[in-house]
T-cell receptor
Framework: GAVVSQHPSWVICKSGTSVKIECRSLDFQATTMFWYRQFPKQSLMLMATSNEGSKATYEQGVEKDKFLINHASLTLSTLTVTSAHPEDSSFYICSARDEGPHQPQHFGDGTRLSIL | AQSVTQLGSHVSVSEGALVLLRCNYS??????LFWYVQYPNQGLQLLLKYTSAATLVKGINGFEAEFKKSETSFHLTKPSAHMSDAAEYFCAVSLYNFNKFYFGSGTKLNVKP
């Protein structure tokens, strides 16, 4: 149980385009989902916390207008990188929590984003 | 404030040898602690978690970790390393609501034949 699916796994696009990444909880409902960014050989950096039906909470230093997050249902959150530039190239990982006490975050397999 | 320190960015062991990956935390409240494993180009998989029950926690793939409050540590161990254990391991601390995770910088485990 507790499977999180992330799509696409790899995307290459031109500078200036927008890219949407989907994160789905397949066998549980996730009131809260999380978006992380991971630079090569580094740890995960929390970008934002996504709450179903409300605005996302962004971490300090993360541009809200650059990284648009939508959590329209209990099983789907999307991250849109708008007007992407080469410096946005990174590995993006989402996670989701099941309801109830002591439930850990379950992670998707990540999306490798390369901006040319 | 919460933080996690993983000593040793790279650890190398021989197949069959003991694996010890170190994690120390700081937390202003009783912490919940986790170990995750990441294989190349993949997300994180939960190995085990400590949630204030037994201090010795057993996880998947033969891993276990012991919560030591006096040492503020949560080291990950496995008695006998397998080649398939080669991966990057992350320690994380969370508060009571599990919404905010603080990750360590990761330890890359290399297993030599």
């Amino acid at each position: 149980g507790a499977v999180v699916s992330q799509h696409p796994s790899w995307v290459i696009c031109k500078s200036g385009t927008s890219v949407k990444i989907e994160c789905r909880s397949l066998d549980f409902q996730a009131t809260t989902m999380f978006w992380y960014r991971q630079f090569p050989k580094q740890s995960l950096m929390l970008m934002a916390t996504s709450n179903e039906g409300s605005k996302a909470t962004y971490e300090q230093g993360v541009e809200k207008d650059k990284f648009l997050i939508n959590h329209a249902s209990l099983t789907l959150s999307t991250l849109t990188v708008t007007s992407a530039h080469p410096e946005d190239s990174s590995f993006y990982i989402c996670s989701a929590r099941d309801e109830g006490p002591h439930q850990p975050q379950h992670f998707g397999d990540g999306t490798r984003l390369s901006i040319l | 404030a919460q933080s996690v320190t993983q000593l040793g960015s790279h650890v190398s062991v021989s197949e069959g040898a003991l694996v010890l990956l170190r994690c120390n935390y700081s937390s202003s409240v009783p912490p919940y602690l986790f170990w995750y494993v990441q294989y190349p180009n993949q997300g994180l998989q939960l190995l085990l978690k400590y949630t204030s029950a037994a201090t010795l926690v057993k996880g998947i793939n033969g891993f276990e970790a012991e919560f030591k409050k006096s040492e503020t540590s949560f080291h990950l161990t496995k008695p006998s390393a397998h080649m398939s254990d080669a991966a990057e391991y992350f320690c994380a601390v969370s508060l009571y609501n599990f919404n905010k995770f603080y990750f360590g910088s990761g330890t890359k485990l290399n297993v030599k034949p």
